[in-house]
């Protein structure tokens, strides 16, 4: 029997005739470009969403059950690792939101220019940066 694995790496040209596909190099080969990066930081700042939002769940939840949950809840966040976990979730959460509006602008087929795809990843790790700085200083300072 021949191995099913060939089969996968037979293709056909345009005009039909038959050819063997390359085997794509693995991930070690790849060096890391900015659109790669940001895509897998994308995608990894969406899980840390799911996350958060159940971390959010738990803290509503325990403010509308009793004064006993809530302050466990509380006791958690405040702590340092508390504090840790809503500061990175707060960066996934600008990181998420402005690379959701740079792949909508994709979507309505600006910016694929090299130029521009470089500009607008840069624009959006800093404007991450600077609205994470934003909300931190708002809530602790502010409020």
């Known amino acids: 029997m021949k191995d099913v694995r060939e089969a996968l790496f037979v293709g056909t040209t345009t005009s039909g005739k038959p050819v063997r ?3 794509s190099p693995h991930l070690q080969i790849y060096k890391p470009q900015i659109t790669s990066v940001l895509s897998i930081f ?3 700042t969406g ?3 799911a996350v958060g939002t159940l971390v959010l769940v738990w803290w509503l ?3 509308a059950t009793s ?3 809530f302050a466990t809840v509380s006791m958690v966040l405040h702590t340092w690792v508390g504090h840790l976990a809503l500061f990175g979730w707060t960066v996934a959460l600008w ?3 402005c690379a959701g ?3 909508l602008v994709w979507d309505a087929g600006y910016g694929y220019e090299l130029s521009s ?3 607008s990843g840069a624009a959006v790790l800093a404007a991450t940066v600077v609205l994470t700085v934003l909300t931190w200083f708002i809530g602790i300072i502010v409020v």
Request: glycine share 0%; proline share 4%.
């Open 21 to 23: 596909r390359p085997i």
């Open 42 to 44: 994308h995608r990894i």
């Open 47 to 49: 899980c840390a969403l």
């Open 61 to 63: 939840v325990a403010a």
């Open 67 to 69: 004064d006993v949950a």
């Open 95 to 97: 990181y998420h939101f």
């Open 101 to 103: 509006i740079r792949h």
């Open 117 to 119: 795809v470089h500009t």
